[in-house]
């Protein structure tokens, strides 16, 4: 139903700042929210943050303070600025998307994901 695509991840030092980028594509009716998720090595996936197609936003205690989610709806794209990286920030982040789709059913779809390391 939906193609993600990120982009923006990379290197960065402790303190740096990333913005990472998910543009949503296919056939779909609407979005109803799309956020952001990481997963670290022999970590479990978390959420970082999600936007709802209203505007509201959630964040993980981890992002509050640090990370902004927005979102252009006219573009279909989700961002994350990202400051005041830390080491245990490093990750790959994993954009998702809830669409209302064919048969007027939601879907949930997933990008391949970006790394994010961050140095110390």
């Known amino acids: 139903q939906v193609q993600l695509v990120e982009s923006g991840g990379g290197l960065v030092q402790a303190g740096g700042s990333l913005r990472l980028s998910c543009a949503a594509s296919?056939?779909?009716?609407?979005?109803?929210?799309m956020g952001w998720y990481r997963q670290a090595p022999g970590k479990e996936r978390e959420l970082v943050a999600f936007?709802?197609?209203?505007?509201?936003?959630n964040y993980a205690d981890s992002a509050k303070g640090r990370f902004t989610i927005s979102r252009d709806n006219a573009k279909n794209t989700v961002y994350l600025q990202m400051n005041s990286l830390k080491p245990e920030d490093t990750a790959v982040y994993s954009c998702?998307?809830?669409?209302?789709?064919?048969?007027?059913?939601?879907?949930?779809?997933w990008g391949q994901g970006t790394q994010v390391t961050v140095s110390s």
């Open positions: 998702n998307s809830h669409v209302l789709g064919k048969g007027l059913r939601e879907y949930e779809d």
């Open positions: 296919g056939t779909f009716f609407s979005i109803y929210m």
């Open positions: 936007i709802t197609s209203g505007g509201n936003t």
